[in-house]
């Protein structure tokens, strides 16, 4: 990967990124409070929208680009040579590609997004009161709640949204005999990630619900597991994939 790529993949998947957080930002505070264990009203209604919107900013950029690099770097080591640089194989280096950089980007996510979704669920706070309690009650672990949870969760999205993204791409690209137009890609990124909102949607459930407990009460923490158990995650779906799926196509651009 050249250094005009790197640079190019860096800050267009930076900006895309920050411009997505922050439009939808009203849709994924909604998803987060319904996906809340305490409901949908008591985690604040309709009533500030925009709270946690400044953990959101500060953590979007340098997500995204994260993700991106990683992302575009990976998948052009993989194509280089050898058997991932057949074309029969690209979903699979799309998959490699799109699962190490969820596991990257994570490393930058989480941290903003349990300020983000416990402000989110307590708009009475403000995102700096919010980050001051996390730090003072559970220490820097406290920011990283729900690490393991949200790769489970980013990963198998990504597995679905990339590959199905460029598979999609492709087709379109060689019926219309040319490079796809940005807005063409995009319907490809939107449509590629309702689908993999809508399959995941039960494990960003029990990503939310672990983000916002609190290490004193981490029976709650385990959320679903213990009080519905794991046959009635796929019931969650009614509680995400609206907001999921608008806010889910693929950010970087083609």
């Known amino acids: 990967m050249e250094r005009r790529e790197f640079v190019a993949s860096l800050v267009a998947g930076g900006c895309a990124g920050m411009c997505v957080d922050l439009t939808l930002f009203p849709l994924d505070t909604i998803k987060t409070r319904l996906q809340s264990q305490q409901g949908f009203y008591k985690a604040g209604g309709f009533r500030g929208i925009y709270a946690g919107v400044p953990s959101a900013a500060v953590g979007s950029f340098p997500n995204a680009a994260a993700f991106f690099v990683t992302y575009d770097c990976t998948k052009s080591l993989l194509g280089a040579g050898g058997v991932l640089a057949a074309p029969h194989v690209a979903p699979v ?42 730090l003072r009650e559970e220490g820097v672990r406290g920011l ?8 489970l969760r980013e990963i198998p999205f990504s597995l679905v949204q990339f590959p199905l993204w ?19 890609a995009a319907v490809c990124g939107a449509f590629a990630g309702a689908v993999a909102a809508f399959v995941t949607t039960p494990l960003d459930v029990a990503k939310t619900r672990i983000m916002l407990a609190k290490s004193v009460c981490r029976q ?35």
Not at 100 to 111: F, S, Y
Not at 144 to 151: E, I, Q
Not at 228 to 242: A, D, K, N, Q, Y
Request: with cysteine; aromatic share 10%; proline share 7%.
């Open 144 to 151: 990283y709640r729900g690490y393991g949870s949200t790769v």
């Open 166 to 184: 460029e598979y999609l791409k492709t087709l379109w690209s060689l019926r219309q005999g040319h490079t796809l137009y940005s807005w063409q």
């Open 93 to 134: 280096t799309h998959m490699l590609a799109a699962s190490l950089g969820e596991i990257v980007a994570c490393l930058i996510r989480v941290p903003t997004e349990v300020v983000k979704q416990r402000t989110q669920a307590s708009p009475s706070f403000t995102t700096y009161h919010m980050l001051l309690a996390t």
């Open 220 to 254: 709650h923490s385990e959320g679903d597991l213990h009080q519905r158990g794991w046959f009635h995650l796929p019931g969650s779906l009614r509680e995400g994939p609206p907001h999921s799926a608008i806010a889910a196509h693929p950010q970087r651009p083609s």
